[in-house]
């Protein structure tokens, strides 16, 4: 059963899981720490996200991550996340990571696939042309084709020409779909993927997992009791939590941190 936030009542989950001896706070970015946009890389965390992640972050026992089907060299961008940051970062659905004072990990696809995805990308680059407002990603592991800035008819006339072409040439890729996004992948993972590995990594007691997309649900589906999945916006979802909007996300989180700053040592 998934109830909505109401900032002014207390929440027994949310304050349930701030009490979790360590936990995990994992955001997915794009419509959950930051806005949707028309241009995906002017994405940007709103300022109370921010500041609410810069509060967790200085607690004991606690670790915020943001967990996301970009690249991890453009969720960097995006994030505005420095080498000496102390946020984790999972891109490309689980297939990259960064953590503090590490850097970089991850696996690389195969020659094969890299020249696959470079050849799909040249097919595709003229043929996205023809449809205004609709453009395409290189991702890592993969080809993103945003539509967002496009009509739906053209939107969904170009996802159409596009999985024509996969299906001819890239079949045995992964097909996703999300909010006015069509991608195309490589690689498996998923956002469950990450969370698994996060959860081992950090030796999380409790996740707060929070996103707005399809792709979310993966992750949502693997929590287990003691952790907290939050859906932003509408559309059907495993998580306990509904909130409208990353200024919503904000509050949450703001809960927690005081929470966690006044629970005993």
């Known amino acids: 059963m998934t109830h909505t936030w ?16 360590r936990l995990l706070v994992a955001l997915d970015f794009d419509g959950t720490a930051s806005e949707l946009v028309d241009d995906p890389m002017s994405a940007r965390a709103v300022p109370a996200v921010r500041a609410a992640i810069e509060r967790l972050s200085e607690l004991a026992d606690t670790t915020v991550a943001f967990v996301s089907g970009r690249s991890l060299v453009h969720l960097r961008e995006i994030a505005e996340h420095a080498d000496d940051s102390p946020i984790v970062l999972s891109g490309s659905h689980g297939a990259q990571f960064w953590y503090p004072g590490e850097g970089e990990a991850g696996s690389e696809d195969g020659e094969s696939e890299r020249e696959l995805r470079d050849a799909m990308l040249d097919e595709l680059t003229p043929l996205i042309a023809e449809y205004p407002g609709v453009e395409l990603e290189r991702k890592t592991f993969g080809i993103g084709v945003h539509g967002r800035p496009a009509s739906a008819e053209v939107e969904k006339a170009a996802f159409t020409a596009v999985d024509e072409v996969f299906a001819r040439r890239a079949a045995h890729w992964r097909r996703r779909t999300g909010d006015r996004i069509l991608e195309y ?4 993972e998923g956002k469950d993927t990450a969370i698994s590995v996060l959860r081992e990594r950090t030796a999380a007691t409790g996740i707060l997992f929070a996103g707005d997309d399809v792709t979310d649900e993966d992750a949502m589906r693997v929590l287990g009791a003691d952790d907290l999945g939050v859906r932003v916006g509408p559309g059907q979802t495993a998580a306990a939590l509904r909130v409208e909007s990353p200024q919503q996300i904000a509050e949450v ?9 006044t629970r005993p040592e």
Do not use: G, Q
């Open 253 to 261: 989180l703001d809960v927690i941190a005081s929470v966690r700053s």
């Open 6 to 21: 109401d900032h002014a009542a207390p929440d027994d989950a949310v304050e349930r899981i701030a009490r979790t001896p």
């Open 185 to 188: 992948a490589s690689r498996d």
